[in-house]
């Protein structure tokens, strides 16, 4: 196993500008590395971010880090980036470190990009739109202990976070099991709820929803007695468990 942990003389600040920078970072980089930001210690193999993005392989977003790398060169180019052996540039070493095993590349954000991305989802509004279904919007909530209103879903409202949400723990209730799609056909595709399963008097303002581990799918009878009933998922599902078997 080889490891890539060169240095590069790129800030946090720096980063973070090209991530507001749409002729640096563009739409798809972006998507990029937001969703290696929420995987364990913000790395994973080409293929696992291939699954998550819907490519059909890594290789084009081995070709994507490529054209990324060219244009963070061309803004900084004043900066000392990583060189191969043969003298040429390792283009994805630039946003990334990584390790270098038998049968796979490991990408891991480069530890100032990985605080730059924090900042970015703390700011980002560009995708707080009404995507999701009414009932997933509750608008405000008195935190304990405190006299402060707080968006309760400003979080969940967070497209690109239902879509992580989704494509790792898929679209049947994670409380009933109930498909749409299986009962309903083409109408249902797609049809779920999101919960989010941090009690909200734990959220605070500096609270980033990471997609993988604090949203599950489920569908609105399951998600309006979660809320009623004030339990957890484990809790309400042995209760339908427990019914189904009177």
Not at 138 to 146: A, H, K, P, T
Not at 148 to 153: D, M, P, S, T, Y
Not at 195 to 210: A, F, K, R
Not at 212 to 230: I, K, Q
Request: aromatic share 10%; net charge neutral.
């Amino acid at each position: 196993m080889k490891i890539y942990a060169e240095p590069l003389a790129i800030s946090t600040d720096q980063w973070l500008d090209m991530l507001n920078d749409r002729s640096v970072f563009r739409e798809e980089d972006v998507e990029l590395i937001r969703t290696l930001y929420y995987f364990p210690d913000c790395r994973a193999s080409g293929k696992e971010l291939a699954r998550f993005l819907n490519k059909v392989s890594h290789s084009p977003l081995n070709a994507q880090v490529g054209r990324l790398g060219k244009r963070i060169i061309r803004k900084y180019p004043d900066v000392q980036f990583p060189i191969r052996e043969d003298g040429k540039i390792r283009y994805w070493h630039i946003p990334f470190l990584g390790e270098e095993r038998r049968d796979k590349y490991i990408w891991q954000l480069r530890p100032e990009l990985r605080e730059a991305v924090r900042r970015y989802e703390q700011t980002d509004t560009d995708h707080q739109n009404d995507t999701l279904l009414p009932s997933e919007l509750e608008d405000v909530s008195l935190r304990e202990g405190g006299k402060k209103l707080v968006a309760v879903n400003r979080y969940e409202r967070n497209a690109r976070a239902r879509r992580l949400c989704l494509q790792k723990h898929g679209y049947r209730c994670s409380v009933c099991q109930f498909d749409f799609e299986q009962v309903y056909g083409e109408i249902g595709k797609g049809f779920i709820e999101v919960h989010h399963l941090l009690p909200l008097s734990e959220i605070g303002e500096q609270y980033t929803v990471n997609p993988f581990d604090d949203l599950r799918p489920v569908c609105p009878n399951c998600h309006a007695m979660l809320h009623r009933g004030n339990l957890s998922i484990e809790e309400l599902r042995e209760i339908v468990e427990t019914r189904r078997r009177i």
